[in-house]
């Protein structure tokens, strides 16, 4: 199947397209996500695709939204997305889209570390803390956290990087009962899927989860959930303390970039980004397709 960078849906109305999914509205009360093969790192949009990597990515939030179902209600509707395109569009949502309920967003993510890795372990080098939390002294990167902690960023715009937040900030911005809400709610996803992936060698470091409110006001689990584009996913096997352990997710295309050299110089983490090299992408698209293999084979 070709890549897919971007979609081209003409039958219903475009509403967004973000760094990875193009949403079109589907009357008013439900929305068609298609999850494209586009990458995002340092929350800018790379240039080229990773071929089937929206499939493997749609797959595996389906996957884990039926798992954790009794934890907390969320988005899928269950009508099949190929119902509401035309003939000719099947193939652009075809494995890689679901058709979702509308609705009102949060604009926190709200991230949960069960390590300490990538921005959280800059953080605590350079103040002993992760969003204003307080860790032990002398951890190492990669290191397990005594609890998982939940640490907020707040959403932005695309191409410009999320931002790191405290609770009291999350506080503030959507108020004591709706924050505390999404903490527990987010601490029992993170604590639950662990525990399964464990089961199947994956370490599951990080991720992120983004809620709405429905018409009613209840909290719902919304956009993707324990992916490799929303998680940090280390295999069991090669885990170690003290370096970025290898990588189901696309830390392996971050941990690339870092090196990159636009113009002599360090890539400064803004677009455009580099163009990836061959051998990145296909590495890419490997890791994606195992990580849900080994999740989800019977």
Request: proline share 6%; with cysteine; hydrophobic share 45%.
């Amino acid at each position: 199947m070709p890549a897919l960078y971007a979609t081209s849906i003409q039958s219903l109305p475009l509403l967004s397209k973000g760094k990875v999914r193009d949403v079109y509205a589907l009357g008013d009360d439900k929305l068609l996500m298609i999850t494209t093969d586009r990458l995002s790192a340092f929350d800018v949009v790379m240039g080229q695709p990773i071929p089937e990597k929206g499939i493997v990515l749609n797959q595996m939030a389906n996957f884990w939204f039926e798992k954790l179902a009794d934890v907390i209600p969320n988005h899928l509707t269950g009508i099949d997305p190929v119902s509401v395109v035309s003939a000719e569009e099947i193939e652009q949502v075809q494995g890689r889209a679901v058709v979702a309920k509308r609705l009102k967003p949060i604009l926190v993510e709200a991230v949960v570390r069960g390590y300490l890795a990538g921005s959280g372990w800059k953080d605590y080098k350079e103040s002993g803390r992760v969003c204003g939390i307080v860790l032990p002294e002398d951890l190492e990167n990669a290191q397990k956290l005594p609890e998982p902690i939940f640490t907020p960023a707040a959403k932005a715009d695309v191409g410009e990087h999320d931002e790191n937040i405290s609770f009291e900030k999350v506080i503030e911005m959507i108020g004591e009962k709706l924050a505390n809400q999404i903490r527990e709610v987010s601490i029992r996803l993170y604590k639950e899927a662990s525990e399964y992936a464990a089961t199947r060698g994956i370490i599951i470091a990080d991720t992120k989860f983004e809620f709405g409110l429905d018409s009613a006001g209840q909290l719902v689990l919304m956009d993707e959930i324990l992916t490799a584009d929303s998680s940090r996913f280390w295999p069991a096997e090669t885990y170690y303390v003290g370096a970025n352990p290898p990588s189901y997710d696309k830390q392996f295309v971050r941990d690339w970039l870092e090196t990159a050299m636009v113009d002599g110089k360090l890539w400064p983490k803004t677009a455009p980004a580099p163009a990836l090299p061959a051998n990145i992408i296909d590495k890419t698209a490997e890791k994606y397709r195992e990580a849900l293999a080994r999740l989800t084979k019977v």
